[in-house]
């Protein structure tokens, strides 16, 4: 298992890392709802956020792999300015349907705050990947 992660660019490592993330916080989630401590829109809103951010780290990727170009041109940059709005709208528009699913329609579906919470690991995967990085140039010096 661990040759084969070290065999994965950086890009498979930040979305394998995010995989298990949203795993653990999904299975988290899971015996709470179960067992009628938490409702189910707990888990609904914790997928909803997860499924929002795996789309918006895919955008970064893009933007980074744009910008990382040795010619760049007007059009990648053009593409990397829409792609920082479409995140940006990504979690806007899952915040917005999860508090008017709640809190207008009464419809409880997706909860505001497991959406929100679910926009947290995408820090954190960046961050593994990144310390993991700079600790393998340490080692290299």
């Known amino acids: 298992m661990i040759k084969w992660y070290k065999n994965l660019n950086d890009t498979a490592k930040m979305f394998f890392v995010l995989c298990l993330i949203v795993s653990f916080g999904a299975l988290t989630f899971l015996p709470f709802c179960a067992t009628s401590l938490l409702s189910w829109d707990w888990e609904f809103g914790f997928l909803l956020g997860s499924a929002i951010e795996a789309v918006s780290l895919w955008f970064l990727v893009l933007s980074t792999e744009k910008m990382s170009k040795q010619t760049s041109k007007t059009a990648d940059t053009v593409i990397v300015v829409l792609l920082y709005f479409a995140r940006f709208l990504l979690y806007l528009g899952g915040l917005l349907l999860a508090a008017l699913l709640t809190y207008v329609a009464q419809i409880y579906v997706f909860n505001l705050f497991a959406v929100f919470i679910a926009y947290m690991p995408i ?9 993991k990085k700079k600790g393998e140039a340490c080692k290299k010096e």
């Open 123 to 131: 820090q954190i995967v960046v961050l593994v990947i990144q310390g």
